[in-house]
């Protein structure tokens, strides 16, 4: 299930909120985790021991502001310790042809039976008013998280994208295709400065903020796809303040 963007003159009051997660995308199948294209993730066997024959929908995450070492970590094959850093946050009970309430009710039952840490329900909390959205994004983002959740309350589990589940966030993100490596002046000569990078629909652009020490000293490789984000879009179509977030596998790209 996806989410549109919300719109400002939606009325958010009696929707169910909740913090939009910076991790990975992860369908629990009954056997396997899988990414948003359908691969598989490999857990290690402690990880997913307990966890229920039937699907649930969540999220691998390691954590605030730590996008890039969860990608890291769970497209790895090799089930290691790293895994040690990543919690499952499990947010909807796919199978279930009952109300959103209903299915989060299942999914707390679910989390207790399984009782270990880092497998969790993710918390929801209704909407009282815009004021009161306004507040939470604004709390979330102040802890570094991305932004908030909306989801229809009585609504059910939908495969794709769904008008009963948006995403409120105060800045954009997108996906771009590396194309060009351009070298770094002043602190950053001999490395990185920024990436050359290129829309969907041909536009390219640079980012060179957002970028760690060690991924200037060994970027992603031209062709990789990678999320930025953005304040808006020039009247050129091109990303205005345009800072890197991360690697991106999990992601089909034209």
């Not at 996806?2 to 003159?9: G, I, P, T, Y």
């Not at 966890?51 to 790895?76: I, Y």
């Not at 009282?128 to 229809?152: D, I």
Request: contains cysteine.
């Amino acid at each position: 299930m996806l989410a549109h963007k919300w719109e400002v003159d939606h009325d958010p009051t009696g929707w169910w909120m909740s913090e939009k997660l910076d991790g990975v995308r992860a369908y629990w199948d009954g056997k396997r985790f899988l990414s948003r294209l359908g691969n598989e993730l490999f857990a290690p066997e402690w990880f997913v021991e307990g966890l229920p024959d039937h699907p649930l929908d969540g999220e691998l995450w390691g954590g605030r502001k730590l996008f890039q070492r969860t990608v890291s970590t769970v497209r790895r094959q090799d089930r290691g310790e790293a895994w040690r850093e990543i919690r499952y946050v499990a947010f909807d009970v796919p199978h279930l042809r009952e109300p959103f309430e209903a299915r989060l009710e299942a999914l707390a039952g679910i989390v207790s039976r399984v009782g270990k840490p880092h497998v969790e329900a993710h918390a929801q909390a209704r909407c009282e008013s815009l004021e009161a959205l306004r507040a939470e994004l604004r709390r979330v983002e102040a802890l570094g998280g991305e932004g908030l959740m909306m989801r229809r309350p009585g609504s059910m589990y939908e495969v794709g994208r769904s008008h009963t589940l948006l995403k409120v966030k105060s800045f954009h993100d997108a996906e771009a295709r590396v194309v060009g490596h351009l070298p770094g002046a002043g602190k950053h000569k001999g490395r990185l400065g920024a990436l050359e990078c290129e829309m969907p629909d041909g536009t390219r652009f640079s980012v060179g903020t957002g970028l760690s020490d060690d991924e200037r000293r060994s970027p992603p490789p031209l062709g990789a796809i990678v999320t930025y984000r953005y304040q808006e879009l020039s009247n050129d179509g091109v990303p205005r303040f345009p800072s890197y977030v991360g690697t991106r596998d999990d992601v089909a790209f034209p």
